[in-house]
């Protein structure tokens, strides 16, 4: 019985009793009457959707990445402005007493460091951009002109080859018109003859005691020039993956230097094991190329030694042929004629089937020149592509993150006030830290302000400030997203038709801990103001921290893996098929797809299950609850009936 209802006269008392009794039973029964409507209407649910599958269309769009946290209204007094980083002052650009306007320069900084890793940063993205063309096109325009020279001289090779066939049956056909010497000269010879004869055929045949004939020996070169030719071949292809794994380790180590710069743990991990694993492949590859170069001297020095047995066997049986010509023209003059025809139609053989090969082997070549070429140009693999793709995004991002810290090497008013004190001159050392602000309401906020007193030694101080602020505590990892002059959206929970324009003055870099959740106090001023605020009121700020227009995007739980290692469902042809993807910015709600899918395409979302029955105490809510997510904060919104069944609150 509560306070009120004890005085009471007892007759009242008596009738509130029966009113309470009779509502606590009618709303007993609308619970249960409600308790089986929503079983049934979520069994329908379930049955009815069990067997359809959820699905959602690839389009190209806006990804935004947000972080959201929740804070208090305060009233400010004062902010104290400061560099992001140390460095040595060169200019000062305000005095005390001064009045300035929000965004108006307080000071700069020595910019050539920022400058020089911009620049480094912009010929990063363009060596990117012309890594991804020469994927796209395959070959630069002088490789595609040193392609066309080689088809050119394996088709003058072939034109060669064709001319020398047709001499060669000229030859012929001239030869079989000569005829020899005479008998008389033949036997003055005969005995000179016979016995060089003799000289050079113990000559051939100890000449032939590695190869049979100059047919063997030229069947061995051949053999030879081509196992030099595919050694050659090899060593120059071990010799392009080295530049390219030497291209990938600069890439890497570079990506790891700026993960070190921003202190990117995560990063510096990925990118070290990244430089070890391409110093792996270059280590493999130096001890291959070595090896390629054992196998081409051998190549070289076996060709060279049967190169000279084919010549000493080619001049021994021309000797031979010559002595035998000679002895046949001794034997007789009559079949002179007879002898000096059939020796000619050895040799004419020999000339003909030589042209022969010739024509043959330009032929080969000039198969051999277009397949090669037809290799070297055809289209990027989507590995490849991927790669280059991101790449280019990587370079974009440190470019962006460069140019950041350039613009940091100016520190602009974050908001409008007078200028209290100036700490520093040109030429002495500032020692950053970033902005800070303090407010009357500080010191006693749960949410723990990121300002410092008046006594703050930061480069300048800026006092008789206007606009509320908001002072909001965000984890570790958004508080790290965070940048002073970022833009946010501020709504009011006493002003709940209302969003106010806000953006971030200041970022704590002590945090504060509190039931060991560790936050960071963020200081935000608002762009605008309305008659309802009032400090200590609770605030809801919503902060952007990245960014990627007009790109092709999916909802993010379509999405399996991250980065090069991600999949998607695609529906194709009434068949669901996983297809490799490359991941990029993961948003609020949809995830940035760098490669492997095209605008249009319909991708597979994973079933959602309803639980059949609800949570003990849901009560009887008129309101479900909703989750909202923006990057990686969570803010879970519910309602309840009347105040009975304890509804799920704020």
Request: aromatic share 2%; charged share 15%; hydrophobic share 35%.
């Given at each position: 019985?509560?306070?009120?209802?004890?005085?009471?006269?007892?007759?009242?008392?008596?009738?509130?009793?029966?009113?309470?009794?009779?509502?606590?039973?009618?709303?007993?029964?609308?619970?249960?009457?409600?308790?089986?409507?929503?079983?049934?209407?979520?069994?329908?649910?379930?049955?009815?959707?069990?067997?359809?599958?959820?699905?959602?269309?690839?389009?190209?769009?806006?990804?935004?990445?947000?972080?959201?946290?929740?804070?208090?209204?305060?009233?400010?007094?004062?902010v104290t402005a400061n560099f992001t980083t140390s460095g040595t002052l060169t200019s000062v650009a305000v005095?005390?007493?001064?009045?300035?306007?929000?965004?108006?320069?307080?000071?700069?900084?020595?910019?050539?460091?920022?400058?020089?890793?911009?620049?480094?940063?912009?010929?990063?993205?363009?060596?990117?951009?012309?890594?991804?063309?020469?994927?796209?096109?395959?070959?630069?325009?002088?490789?595609?002109?040193?392609?066309?020279?080689?088809?050119?001289?394996s088709r003058q090779s072939l034109a060669n080859a064709k001319t020398g066939l047709t001499a060669a049956k000229?030859?012929?056909?001239?030869?079989?018109?000569?005829?020899?010497?005479?008998?008389?000269?033949?036997?003055?010879?005969?005995?000179?003859?016979?016995?060089?004869?003799?000289?050079?055929?113990?000559?051939?045949?100890?000449?032939?005691?590695?190869?049979?004939?100059?047919?063997?020996?030229?069947?061995?070169?051949?053999?030879?020039?081509?196992?030099?030719?595919?050694?050659?071949?090899?060593?120059?292809?071990?010799?392009?993956?080295?530049?390219?794994?030497?291209?990938?380790?600069?890439?890497?180590?570079?990506?790891?230097?700026?993960?070190?710069?921003?202190?990117?743990?995560?990063?510096?991990?990925?990118?070290?094991?990244?430089?070890?694993?391409?110093?792996?492949?270059?280590?493999?590859?130096?001890?291959?190329?070595?090896?390629?170069?054992?196998?081409?001297?051998?190549?070289?020095?076996?060709?060279?030694?049967?190169?000279?047995?084919?010549?000493?066997?080619?001049?021994?049986?021309?000797?031979?042929?010559?002595?035998?010509?000679?002895?046949?023209?001794?034997?007789?003059?009559?079949?002179?004629?007879?002898?000096?025809?059939?020796?000619?139609?050895?040799?004419?053989?020999?000339?003909?089937?030589?042209?022969?090969?010739?024509?043959?082997?330009?032929?080969?070549?000039?198969?051999?020149?277009?397949?090669?070429?037809?290799?070297?140009?055809?289209?990027?693999?989507?590995?490849?592509?991927?790669?280059?793709?991101?790449?280019?995004?990587?370079?974009?991002?440190?470019?962006?993150?460069?140019?950041?810290?350039?613009?940091?090497?100016?520190?602009?008013?974050?908001?409008?006030?007078?200028?209290?004190?100036?700490?520093?001159?040109?030429?002495?050392?500032?020692?950053?830290?970033?902005?800070?602000?303090?407010?009357?309401?500080?010191?006693?906020?749960?949410?723990?302000?990121?300002?410092?007193?008046?006594?703050?030694?930061?480069?300048?101080?800026?006092?008789?400030?206007?606009?509320?602020?908001?002072?909001?505590?965000?984890?570790?990892?958004?508080?790290?997203?965070?940048?002073?002059?970022?833009?946010?959206?501020?709504?009011?929970?006493?002003?709940?038709?209302?969003?106010?324009?806000?953006?971030?003055?200041?970022?704590?870099?002590?945090?504060?801990?509190?039931?060991?959740?560790?936050?960071?106090?963020?200081?935000?001023?608002?762009?605008?103001?309305?008659?309802?605020?009032?400090?200590?009121?609770?605030?809801?700020?919503?902060?952007?921290?990245?960014?990627?227009?007009?790109?092709?995007?999916?909802?993010?739980?379509?999405?399996?893996?991250?980065?090069?290692?991600?999949?998607?469902?695609?529906?194709?042809?009434?068949?669901?098929?996983?297809?490799?993807?490359?991941?990029?910015?993961?948003?609020?709600?949809?995830?940035?797809?760098?490669?492997?899918?095209?605008?249009?395409?319909?991708?597979?979302?994973?079933?959602?299950?309803?639980?059949?029955?609800?949570?003990?105490?849901?009560?009887?809510?008129?309101?479900?609850?909703?989750?909202?997510?923006?990057?990686?904060?969570?803010?879970?919104?519910?309602?309840?009936?009347?105040?009975?069944?304890?509804?799920?609150?704020?």
């Amino acid at each position: 019985m509560s306070a009120i209802t004890s005085k009471l006269p007892a007759g009242l008392r008596q009738d509130e009793t029966r009113r309470n009794r009779i509502l606590t039973i009618l709303l007993a029964v609308l619970l249960a009457i409600c308790a089986v409507v929503a079983y049934l209407v979520v069994g329908q649910t379930t049955s009815s959707s069990s067997g359809t599958v959820r699905t959602a269309t690839v389009s190209k769009g806006v990804v935004l990445s947000s972080v959201s946290a929740t804070g208090t209204l305060q009233a400010p007094q004062e902010v104290t402005a400061n560099f992001t980083t140390s460095g040595t002052l060169t200019s000062v650009a305000v005095q005390p007493g001064e009045t300035v306007q929000a965004g108006q320069p307080l000071g700069t900084i020595d910019s050539t460091s920022a400058q020089q890793q911009a620049s480094q940063a912009e010929s990063g993205v363009e060596t990117a951009n012309a890594q991804l063309e020469l994927t796209l096109t395959g070959e630069t325009p002088a490789q595609r002109a040193q392609d066309a020279l080689s088809v050119a001289q394996s088709r003058q090779s072939l034109a060669n080859a064709k001319t020398g066939l047709t001499a060669a049956k000229r030859s012929i056909a001239l030869d079989k018109l000569t005829s020899g010497s005479s008998l008389s000269q033949a036997k003055q010879q005969l005995r000179t003859d016979q016995g060089q004869l003799q000289v050079d055929l113990a000559k051939q045949n100890a000449d032939a005691a590695t190869y049979a004939n100059s047919d063997a020996a030229a069947t061995a070169v051949a053999a030879d020039k081509a196992k030099l030719a595919a050694d050659q071949a090899k060593q120059q292809s071990d010799q392009q993956s080295q530049l390219v794994w030497q291209q990938q380790q600069s890439s890497d180590q570079s990506s790891l230097s700026t993960a070190k710069a921003s202190s990117d743990l995560a990063g510096i991990a990925n990118y070290t094991n990244a430089v070890d694993y391409d110093q792996s492949q270059l280590n493999a590859l130096a001890r291959t190329l070595q090896s390629d170069g054992f196998a081409i001297t051998a190549d070289q020095n076996q060709l060279g030694a049967d190169q000279s047995s084919q010549t000493t066997l080619t001049s021994d049986a021309a000797t031979v042929k010559s002595d035998e010509q000679k002895i046949a023209q001794d034997h007789t003059s009559v079949t002179n004629a007879t002898t000096s025809r059939k020796a000619t139609q050895l040799k004419d053989a020999q000339s003909l089937q030589s042209a022969k090969q010739q024509l043959a082997s330009a032929r080969l070549g000039l198969r051999s020149t277009m397949a090669g070429i037809k290799v070297k140009q055809a289209p990027p693999t989507p590995a490849e592509l991927a790669q280059a793709r991101a790449g280019v995004v990587q370079a974009k991002i440190a470019l962006a993150n460069a140019r950041l810290a350039l613009a940091d090497t100016t520190l602009r008013a974050p908001i409008g006030g007078v200028v209290a004190t100036v700490n520093g001159t040109a030429g002495t050392q500032t020692s950053g830290g970033g902005t800070t602000s303090s407010s009357s309401s500080s010191s006693s906020s749960s949410s723990g302000g990121s300002g410092s007193s008046g006594g703050s030694s930061g480069f300048v101080t800026l006092t008789n400030v206007s606009g509320m602020q908001v002072v909001a505590g965000f984890s570790e990892i958004d508080a790290a997203k965070i940048r002073v002059g970022q833009a946010a959206t501020v709504t009011v929970d006493a002003l709940p038709s209302e969003t106010f324009a806000a953006h971030v003055i200041s970022v704590a870099e002590t945090a504060t801990t509190s039931s060991s959740v560790v936050t960071y106090p963020v200081t935000f001023v608002l762009d605008s103001s309305a008659t309802g605020l009032k400090p200590g009121m609770t605030a809801n700020v919503d902060v952007v921290v990245a960014e990627l227009d007009n790109v092709l995007h999916v909802e993010t739980a379509a999405v399996r893996g991250s980065g090069r290692n991600a999949t998607v469902t695609v529906l194709r042809d009434g068949k669901q098929v996983s297809v490799p993807v490359v991941a990029g910015l993961q948003g609020d709600s949809s995830t940035a797809i760098l490669s492997g899918l095209t605008n249009g395409e319909t991708v597979v979302l994973p079933s959602v299950t309803i639980a059949s029955s609800s949570s003990s105490g849901s009560g009887l809510g008129t309101s479900g609850a909703t989750t909202t997510t923006s990057g990686g904060s969570t803010r879970f919104r519910g309602g309840g009936f009347g105040g009975f069944g304890g509804g799920l609150g704020p």
